[in-house]
């Protein structure tokens, strides 16, 4: 959550909305965590990946709405994975959402390495044989282009938008990373990344 809280909190003036943004991002892992569980079941038994994912994304909806969280944190929540690319792909998104979106996208484990760092390392993975080649199938099919293309056109245009939001005036790509050393330069305690 810190990432996104740096984020909103040097674009968004109310401190309400920048905690909000930062819980969404830290419920996203209740998302990651049934994404993960239902393609482990998919795998077990030869079914549809991408259905799998989207069913996920039903169940995690239907999870966190039933122990509480407002429909505002849920929507928030689902700006990540296949469910916020669809948005961004749509132009459906809020800045709160989008900033959601760009935090998850440069996020690896608990460890803050900036977007291209996140999806440079995993591409092997994206090859035919890969274990998320489905992925990128998939995304071919809808959008004709692959994981990474399909990133890259919504990432780095976002990445740039954010930049000029916070005034940021490095390297674009430094973005993430220049944030979380500012947050941490001013409260030095150990944080959650997302």
Request: charged share 25%.
């Amino acid at each position: 959550g810190a990432l996104a809280y740096g984020i909103a909190a040097s674009i968004i003036p109310v401190p309400q909305s920048a905690t909000r943004i930062a819980t969404a991002a830290l419920v996203h892992d209740a998302y990651k965590r049934r994404e993960y569980e239902a393609l482990e079941r998919a795998k077990q038994n030869c079914g549809d990946l991408p259905a799998a994912n989207r069913q996920a994304d039903r169940e995690s909806e239907r999870f966190l709405r039933n122990i509480g969280f407002s429909p505002r944190i849920i929507a928030l929540a689902q700006a990540t994975g296949d469910l916020g690319l669809k948005y961004m792909m749509q132009g459906w998104t809020t800045l709160d959402q989008q900033i959601v979106f760009y935090a998850d996208c440069c996020v690896s484990n608990y460890d803050i390495v900036g977007y291209k760092k996140r999806f440079d390392d995993p591409l092997i993975h994206f090859q035919p044989g890969g274990r998320y080649d489905f992925v990128d199938a998939d995304l071919i099919r809808k959008y004709g282009k692959t994981h990474r293309e399909t990133y890259d056109g919504i990432v780095l245009p976002l990445q740039t938008k954010l930049a000029v939001l916070t005034d940021f005036t490095g390297d674009p790509n430094k973005l993430a990373v220049s944030v979380m050393a500012e947050l941490m330069a001013n409260d030095p305690q150990p944080r959650q990344s997302r």
